[in-house]
């Protein structure tokens, strides 16, 4: 049975203390995500050192260049698994190393987290849209994260819902505009996930594009971005959780 869950469990201060140490002594990475310049960031980092104030954060990967564009005071989320469940947290940027907006690496310092939620990782595995739904996706061109610059020929567009997750949704899509898309692509997108709702607008980046191969339809899969890095995004994952409840209860099954 497919568990309805609509709302993240918030950790005390105790508890946040102890799943950040064992991230810190087992070496694990953990996802931030930023917004700066009117587009997302997003890359791996590593806890380094911990005190009462402050969690220090080595460079992994995805956040390096000059298009960092980190700055003190600099707003963040930070995402982590762990065991069973996905782990949130905001927090902001008081110090760094030189190099790091110099796309030499380095080391970031921010403020320990007041707050820390949790949330199942079953809410991350893709489940089908019911049959008896059509759920239209309006999408658009945000930008590319390739560093070749330029804009699509075309760049708002529109497809079918075929599942959906915490962290993203995979669509279908006229083949025709797939000069369009690429792979990094950021896209802004606006769907009603269930009927006499509200329609929710998320941020996400295209990781697949299935090629058509006869004039048809191509299915892109795109991964949400920044949702855990605030509180009005942290209320789109609960509402997403519990339209995956609604999906799966009407005779979907998960597909991990």
């Avoid at 995500?33 to 104030?53: D, M, P, Q």
């Avoid at 996905?86 to 080391?107: A, C, H, L, P, W």
Wanted: hydrophobic share 35%; charged share 20%.
């Amino acid at each position: 049975m497919w568990c309805v869950m609509g709302n993240a469990e918030v950790l005390n201060q105790q508890e946040i203390s102890d799943v950040l140490a064992v991230l810190r002594s087992g070496g694990l990475e953990c996802t931030m995500s930023y917004l700066a310049k009117g587009h997302w960031h997003v890359g791996n980092v590593r806890i380094c050192e911990i005190n009462r104030l402050s969690l220090q954060l080595e460079l992994v990967s995805g956040l390096d260049g000059e298009e960092m564009a980190i700055d003190i005071d600099q707003p963040a989320g930070i995402t982590f698994h762990y065991e069973l469940s996905k782990y949130m947290f905001e927090t902001s940027v008081i110090g760094y190393e030189s190099g790091v907006n110099d796309g030499q690496g380095g080391r970031l310092i921010v403020s320990f987290p007041v707050s820390c939620e949790r949330m199942p990782r079953r809410v991350y595995e893709r489940v089908a849209v019911p049959d008896s739904l059509h759920v239209e996706v309006l999408f658009w061109h945000r930008g590319y994260t390739d560093g070749q610059g330029g804009v699509p020929v075309e760049n708002y567009w529109q497809g079918s819902l075929i599942d959906l997750s915490a962290g993203g949704l995979l669509l279908s899509v006229e083949d025709r505009f797939s000069v369009d898309y690429r792979d990094g692509q950021l896209v802004g997108l606006q769907f009603t996930p269930l009927p006499h709702e509200k329609p929710l607008m998320v941020e996400g980046q295209i990781k697949y594009i299935s090629r058509g191969d006869d004039g048809g339809l191509q299915h892109l899969g795109v991964e949400f971005v920044g949702l855990e890095a605030c509180t009005e995004g942290r209320d789109k994952l609960g509402r997403i959780a519990e339209t995956l409840g609604v999906y799966a209860e009407q005779g979907e099954n998960c597909k991990v």
